[in-house]
């Protein structure tokens, strides 16, 4: 993977992490908050033969990337135009990871956006109805935590090690999830988000605020395909955001794996996730 750093306009900076050689098709990876664009390193490894220009985007505040106080989920689509534009890509699929996730949907309003694949991705959570959905698709563990009720030491999270990570997540991890950070990938998983939160918590403070609040963007007047990839054991993003998306994307797939958290579909289906965006080149 290759990090670069290029010209967003108005004195700001957009940091990218590519993987192939440029062409007009491209995969375009968002990273979860607390990350950065190489935290997406396990859909780098599962594309990596794929014969597609790989490109994750790090949104602003994060690692490299010049803060964008305000930004909003339907202007999140600028900084993709901007990669996109770098690169002369010319049609791409949009991945989404978790507060990544937004980003996706935002990418569907692009006109060289084919589809999109998010990934225990983040809903809005101003609609009348979304307490309903919490109740009735809600998160998988018997207390009931969720991320909007947890008790975050953000600033901890920039000196996190892979050792680290299963005390700082803990009653957000299901059992798969734990598996995930006592493995070998928890270096890698720490090594992203101290990368990502090296500048300062801004980024995921903007990603908390935007995430939750009205995105801006007629979901149902989307109809683009996008495959929701969503783990029934997701403490982080409960089942019910993926339900949520499914019921008001025009053309949404939902894919709910049985046993899978937050973090262990990344890293258990990453291949499903590019064989799925492939297909949409294919349309």
């Keep these: 993977m290759l990090n670069q750093i290029i010209d967003a306009g108005e004195g700001r900076v957009l940091e990218v992490v590519t993987a192939g050689n440029p062409s007009g098709r491209a995969f375009l ?60 890509v010319s049609e791409f699929v949009s991945f989404g990871w978790s507060s990544g996730g937004p980003a996706m949907v935002s990418d569907l309003q692009d006109e060289r956006c084919v589809g999109g694949i998010g990934i225990a991705s983040d809903a809005p959570r101003v609609s009348d109805d979304w307490e309903n959905y919490l109740e009735k698709y809600p998160p998988g563990n018997s207390e009931d935590y969720s991320a909007d009720a947890f008790d975050w030491d953000l600033e901890a999270a920039k000196y996190l090690h892979g050792k680290d990570l299963e005390g700082y997540f803990d009653l957000l991890l299901c059992p798969r999830d734990r598996e995930i950070v006592r493995g070998e ?55 019910a955001h993926g339900h949520f998306l499914h019921d008001n994307l025009g053309n949404a797939e939902l894919i709910l794996i049985e046993g899978q958290g937050h973090l262990s579909i990344m890293y258990d289906h990453a291949d499903d996730m590019v064989t799925k965006a492939l297909s949409y080149f294919n349309k």
């Design 29 to 88: 990876f968002h990273h979860g908050g607390f990350g950065c664009a190489e935290g997406m390193a396990p859909l780098f490894r599962a594309a990596a033969d794929s014969g597609v220009f790989l490109i994750g985007v790090t949104r602003g505040g994060y690692a490299g990337s010049t803060r964008r106080p305000g930004r909003r989920t339907s202007n999140y689509v600028q900084d993709t135009k901007v990669a996109l534009d770098h690169f002369g």
């Design 185 to 239: 990938f928890a270096e890698e998983l720490a090594e992203g988000i101290r990368i990502g939160m090296a500048p300062g918590l801004e980024g995921l403070l903007d990603d908390f605020e935007s995430d939750a609040d009205d995105w801006g963007i007629d979901l149902g007047a989307i109809k683009k395909p996008a495959a929701l990839f969503q783990g029934n054991d997701d403490r982080f993003c409960a089942p």
